[in-house]
């Protein structure tokens, strides 16, 4: 029988536990036992989320999660009444916005089984809003469990991840990601290959890249920035390039979502609606929204130059794996020429150098800093000879 955790690719050392959980959940006796607060871990794109999905699925369906009911569909579209998904699109999420999820999973599950909490980004809870949250998780309704998912343990507040299971999930291989892309998604074997191969395990990226002809091109300009650094000069123009590439690639993904949105508000509000009330109403609904988008933007361009930063650290990941005497397990296959030129051109320390540049520059992002400056900084670092 089909299953939501035959989805997870590479993460069979957690699906037994959490089967198991799910066979606990439904037994009365046992109830008492069942782990109210979970947390997910695991590098991006390990899909630490679709597996916090499955598990909420699995303990409301009647099927024990068989993908295809009622339930399991609701639950995983957001549309389920006893399962809360918690998605921030913004930097941070707010300790009133903790307070208000909190009233409302205040309530007994609306079916008599289980009420499922589930926050993608634990990670971004300002320290006051984790402190509210403590409190929810501390002293659980009997029938609510929260699933928490986080980059790593460490960006869980301490007194939050003591009272949590901890589930660790891996980067799948990049053999399980291709076949994925060729059987779930109907993607040719060479394009599957290609795109599991560059995104080093993040499913979502090389579903992204395999089936988007422009985010393609995008890295393929990313990928020349090493070779272009001549001057000092050229190190700023990359880092806007990058910059550029990274804002374009963001926007096109969420111009036409922006879109959707506001049309769908203006339809709730009635479209020439001409009452007072309404009008205000209306009118201050789509400042908030603009808002949300606004945030939302600004999350979106940091993803993206990320990615385009994991991408360069990937070329002078190769490099090393060249002057190791390595050529065949590089990852940018299409650029070994110039690949096995620029390996010849630098020594192992300063190629060490410049994949740790790019790292450290990641982290940066991750900590707000200004996305230019790092990205000029980093630059510079990798233009030195
Ligand atoms: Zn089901």
Not at 109 to 114: E, H, L, N
Not at 224 to 238: E, I, V, W, Y
């Given at each position: 029988?089909a ?10 050392h957690?699906i ?47 099927n ?7 339930e ?31 009233t ?6 609306s ?7 589930m926050m993608?980004?634990a ?5 006051s ?12 309704g009997?029938?609510t469990?929260w699933?928490l ?8 507040l ?6 949590c ?15 994925v892309?060729?059987?779930r998604?109907?993607?040719p ?13 993040h ?6 890249l395999?089936?988007?002809d ?12 090493p ?11 990359a880092?806007q390039?990058?910059?550029d590439?990274a ?13 959707k949105?506001?049309?769908k ?6 479209k ?17 929204l603009?808002?949300e ?18 991408d ?37 320390y ?8 790019a ?9 707000n800093?200004?996305?230019l400056?790092?990205c000029e ?9």
């Amino acid at each position: 029988m089909a299953s939501v955790f035959d989805d997870l690719v590479g993460q069979e050392h957690i699906i037994d536990i959490l089967k198991g959980a799910v066979a606990a959940s439904r037994t009365s006796s046992e109830s008492q036992e069942m782990t109210h607060a979970w947390v997910f871990t695991g590098p991006p794109g390990s899909g630490r989320s679709s597996a916090a999905v499955a598990f909420a699925q699995a303990l409301i369906c009647p099927n024990l999660g068989c993908g295809a009911c009622n339930e399991c569909q609701s639950a995983a579209t957001g549309g389920h009444p006893d399962v809360e998904v918690i998605r921030t699109e913004g930097i941070s999420i707010k300790v009133e916005e903790v307070r208000e999820l909190l009233t409302r999973v205040a309530w007994a599950p609306s079916m008599g089984g289980w009420r499922v909490v589930m926050m993608e980004d634990a990670d971004r809870l300002t320290e006051s809003a984790a402190n509210a949250l403590l409190k929810a998780i501390e002293e659980p309704g009997t029938r609510t469990v929260w699933l928490l998912c986080a980059p790593t343990l460490h960006d869980v507040l301490p007194t939050i991840r003591s009272r949590c299971r901890h589930l660790q999930l891996r980067t799948p291989s990049i053999d399980a990601v291709t076949q994925v892309l060729i059987k779930r998604d109907n993607i040719p074997p060479t394009m599957a290959d290609f795109a599991a191969r560059v995104s080093q395990g993040h499913i979502g990226r090389a579903k992204f890249l395999a089936t988007n002809d422009s985010a393609r091109s995008n890295r393929k300009a990313v990928m020349q920035l090493p070779l272009q650094l001549g001057s000092l000069a050229a190190a700023f123009q990359a880092a806007q390039t990058l910059i550029d590439l990274a804002t374009q690639e963001a926007s096109t993904s969420s111009e036409s979502r922006n879109e959707k949105e506001l049309e769908k508000l203006q339809e709730a509000y009635g479209k020439g609606a001409t009452g007072r009330g309404m009008a205000t109403g209306a009118a201050k609904a789509v400042k908030e929204l603009e808002k949300e988008q606004k945030s939302r933007a600004t999350r979106m361009v940091r993803d993206s130059i990320d990615g385009a930063l994991l991408d360069l650290a990937t070329f002078y990941r190769d490099v090393m794996i060249v002057q190791a005497g390595d050529a065949g397990s590089i990852i940018n296959t299409d650029m070994k020429t110039e690949v096995v030129g620029y390996a010849s051109s630098i020594s192992v320390y300063s190629a060490v150098q410049k994949m740790s540049a790019a790292m450290e520059a990641r982290k940066h992002l991750a900590m707000n800093a200004a996305p230019l400056l790092i990205c000029e900084a980093l630059m510079c670092e990798l233009a030195r000879r």
